[in-house]
């Protein structure tokens, strides 16, 4: 599998979690990779994105204040840290690669499977 998420689970509100995203393959083809939430029949968005070298990232306001975009660059590993999660945050969270600065999906074209974050009280 040449790009895997995984961190998610069932987790309990006011809990954190924290996802990975590893890509099993170079990556050097790609500037800017970003998480994304998608919600049972609805369409995949944006969360926040980030150059590949990290530095500036762009966090879009439904991923504002609870959720933190991190990086290891030598390990071209990348990490969403989400605390105090509600049940609101329940969703599969995809991590994706592309080559531009975009939160349009489709300007993504290198995706992992998703991993699923469950949120219950």
């Known amino acids: 599998v040449p790009l895997v998420e995984s961190g998610g689970g069932s987790v309990q509100t006011g809990g954190p979690l924290k996802l990975t995203c590893e890509p099993s393959?170079?990556?050097?083809?790609?500037?800017?990779m970003g998480w994304f939430r998608q919600y049972p029949g609805k369409a995949r968005e944006a969360g926040a994105i980030?150059?590949?070298?990290?530095?500036?990232?762009d966090v879009r306001s439904k991923f504002q204040g609870r959720f933190t975009m991190s990086e290891d660059t030598a390990k071209d590993t990348f990490y969403l840290q989400i605390s105090n999660l509600k049940a609101e945050d329940t969703a599969m969270y995809f991590c994706?690669?592309?080559?531009?600065?975009?939160?349009?999906?489709?300007?993504?074209?290198?995706w992992g499977q998703g991993t699923q974050v469950t949120v219950s009280s």
């Open positions: 393959r170079p990556i050097y083809i790609y500037n800017y």
């Open positions: 994706g690669f592309g080559r531009l600065f975009s939160i349009n999906v489709d300007d993504f074209n290198f």
């Open positions: 980030s150059s590949t070298l990290g530095g500036h990232k």
